[in-house]
């Protein structure tokens, strides 16, 4: 799945759960788990880049449901981190526009539905563990692409690393 739906809760869980994912890696811990397991949700400096990621879990006997589940959460994740980014943003803007930080929310919202996001899953115990990750270097440069105030979309890119690097763990 490519794109990240906003439009409601049921379009989004419905959409994620139409494909894209990369299939099932069965589980049982130890060096088989993958690293975004561990790390769960947040912003990441990883070898490939700057990464904001969801990480959802889901306890089902019901594999279809189970699956639904854990991308639906993961999504939602994903989006909470994709929020705390705008809000970041709207801290460090210098513009005096009335109502900016829902203008800011809405173009971050519009450049990561724009973005491909990597999609991931791992069963282990019953339980199923889903990714949605986006690209924050693929997201700066999608926001140039949206809808928006052409200097509010330039402010944002220009301020998008310092946002992230204030959600991103220290190292």
């Known amino acids: ?100 930080g829902d203008e800011i929310a809405a173009i971050v919202r519009k450049a990561a539905a724009a973005v491909p996001h990597v999609h991931d899953h791992y069963v282990a115990e019953g339980s199923e563990s889903a990714l949605d990750q986006v690209d924050v270097g693929a997201l700066k440069q999608a926001v140039q692409g949206v809808d928006g105030d052409d200097n509010l979309k330039r402010e944002i890119a220009n301020n998008l690393d310092r946002a992230f690097d204030q959600l991103a763990p220290k190292q």
């Open 1 to 100: 799945m490519r794109n990240f739906g906003v439009l409601s809760a049921a379009t989004f869980s419905l959409a994620l759960a139409c494909g894209g994912s990369k299939g099932v890696k069965p589980g049982g811990g130890g060096d088989e788990t993958p690293t975004w397991v561990a790390q769960g949700t947040g912003a990441f400096n990883v070898e490939s880049g700057k990464k904001l990621q969801g990480v959802g879990v889901a306890p089902r006997s019901d594999p279809r449901k189970r699956r639904q589940a854990a991308d639906a959460a993961a999504a939602q994740q994903l989006q909470g981190g994709i929020d705390a980014l705008a809000a970041g943003l709207s801290k460090m803007t210098e513009s005096t526009k009335e109502n900016v």
